[in-house]
């Protein structure tokens, strides 16, 4: 039996779960997210509990029983409490900014860099150096978050990129001065 799979998850009275053709649709306080459940796998709601069950013991229901767990999870906490990632910019003349559906970057190259934000994503700018990515799914947060991070990783000698919030950057040495 799964570890994660066989723990009920629970939820509050203002989510609602609903089951039809294998899709789960989780509604909340802040909207609404579906997903298909893999095969082989089912879920029962009992007052305030969800319990995820498969109904074979072979190795793809085994697999996929704390994977569904685990999503359906996922989305009960985005559309009640919603998920952030925070990033920040460091280097000099560095800085963003949000101007209607995308962020644009001044992060060292010839030209400002444009991001378009997808639906469903939240942008904030805090200082010109401080970005929070938000939004209710988890997915979708982490990815563009890795996106932006992308457009210009921190590099090892002076720490200069975008990096998230408490990341630590192992730095190197760099050329010694001949004597």
């Known amino acids: 039996m799964s570890r994660i799979g066989k723990k009920p998850i629970t939820f509050s009275k203002n989510v609602k779960i609903s089951q039809k053709d294998g899709v789960v649709k989780v509604e909340g306080p802040k909207g609404a997210l579906s997903s298909s459940l893999p095969e082989g796998i089912t879920m029962m709601v009992h007052d305030g509990n969800l319990v995820i069950e498969r109904k074979s013991n072979e190795r793809i229901a085994r697999s996929y029983h704390g994977l569904a767990r685990t999503l359906i999870g996922n989305m009960i906490e985005g559309v009640s409490n919603g998920f952030e990632k925070r990033l920040e910019i460091s280097g000099v003349g560095y800085r963003a900014e949000v101007s209607g559906s995308s962020l644009k970057l001044v992060l060292g190259f ?70």
């Open 110 to 179: 010839s030209g400002p860099v444009q991001y378009n934000i997808p639906k469903g994503i939240e942008i904030k700018v805090d200082k010109q150096t401080n970005i929070l990515v938000a939004g209710i799914d988890k997915q979708l947060v982490g990815r563009v978050a890795a996106e932006i991070r992308a457009l210009k990783k921190p590099e090892p000698y002076k720490g200069k990129g975008i990096k998230y919030v408490g990341e630590y950057i192992k730095r190197k040495a760099g050329k010694s001065a001949s004597a």
